[in-house]
C-alpha cells in the first residue's frame, strides 16, 4: 500500500527551463533538457520518455531503477559531448518490482512471475543488497541484517528517530533540541 506520492522538486519551477503538466523536466532520450544544448537532466525531476514502452509518448516512471540508470548514462553523456562524440539514448525495459510489506512478508512481480509471502521478502532482501554499492557496503549491511535477526531491536539508537535533525543542528554548531 503506497501512501506517499513523488514529485519533481519545487526549485525546477524557478527555473526557464521546459516542464511538462506535473513540474518534472522535459528531456530528451539523451538525457538532455529538451531545446537547450548543454542543461542536462535524470530522475524525478527529468520527465524521459520511456523508449522501451509499447505505446508512444509515455515517460520513464520515478523511481530508483531509472534514476541510478540514468545517471550512468548521463554522465556518459556528458563526457562524450565534451569529447565531440556522438549521444547515446537512455533505455531500460521494465524488468519488476518487488516490496517489502513488513519482516519476512513481501511481494514481487518479476520477469512476469508473481511471488508473495517470503519468497518475496527474501527477492527484495536480495535484490536491494546487491544494489548497495561496494562490498566493504555489502558485508555492513548484511552482517548489520543478520544480526538485526537473531536479537531484540537495537534501542541505541531511538534518539534519532525521535529527533532526527539533532545531530545534523550539533555538527552545524546549533544547539540540539532539549530531550526528555
Ligand atoms: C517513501 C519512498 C519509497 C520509495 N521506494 C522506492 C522503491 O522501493 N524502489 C524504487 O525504485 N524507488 C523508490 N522510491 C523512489 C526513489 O526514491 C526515487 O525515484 C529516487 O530516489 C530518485 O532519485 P533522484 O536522484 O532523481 O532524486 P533524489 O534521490 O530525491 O535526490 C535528489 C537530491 O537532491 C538534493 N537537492 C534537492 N534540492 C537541492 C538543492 N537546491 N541544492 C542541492 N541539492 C538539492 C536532495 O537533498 C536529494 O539528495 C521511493 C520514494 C519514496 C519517497
Not at 524488468?95 to 517470503?118: E, F, P
Request: overall charge positive.
Amino acid at each position: 500500500m503506497w501512501t506517499a506520492g513523488v514529485k519533481p522538486h519545487p526549485v525546477l519551477a524557478a527555473s526557464d527551463l521546459p516542464l511538462n503538466e506535473r513540474g518534472r523536466l522535459t528531456a530528451t532520450p539523451r538525457l538532455t533538457v529538451e531545446g537547450t544544448e548543454h542543461a542536462w537532466t535524470a530522475g524525478d525531476a527529468a520527465a524521459v520518455p520511456d523508449l522501451t514502452a509499447p505505446e508512444k509518448g509515455k515517460e520513464c516512471a520515478p523511481n530508483a531503477q531509472h534514476a541510478v540508470r540514468q545517471a550512468k548514462v548521463l554522465a556518459e553523456n556528458i563526457l562524450a559531448s565534451l569529447r565531440g562524440e556522438p549521444l547515446k539514448n537512455y533505455e531500460h525495459k521494465y524488468v519488476g518490482s518487488v516490496a517489502s510489506l513488513g519482516l519476512h512478508r513481501g511481494v514481487a512481480h518479476v520477469y512476469g512471475r508473481k511471488l508473495k509471502g517470503y519468497p518475496a521478502w527474501l527477492m527484495h532482501r536480495t535484490y536491494h543488497l546487491s544494489r548497495v554499492p561496494t562490498f566493504n557496503r555489502k558485508a555492513r549491511v548484511l552482517a548489520e541484517w543478520t544480526l538485526a535477526g537473531l536479537f531484540k531491536r537495537e534501542i541505541v539508537s531511538l534518539g534519532s528517530l525521535e529527533h532526527p535533525r539533532a545531530e545534523f543542528e550539533l555538527a552545524a554548531g546549533g544547539k540540539p533540541p532539549k530531550t526528555k
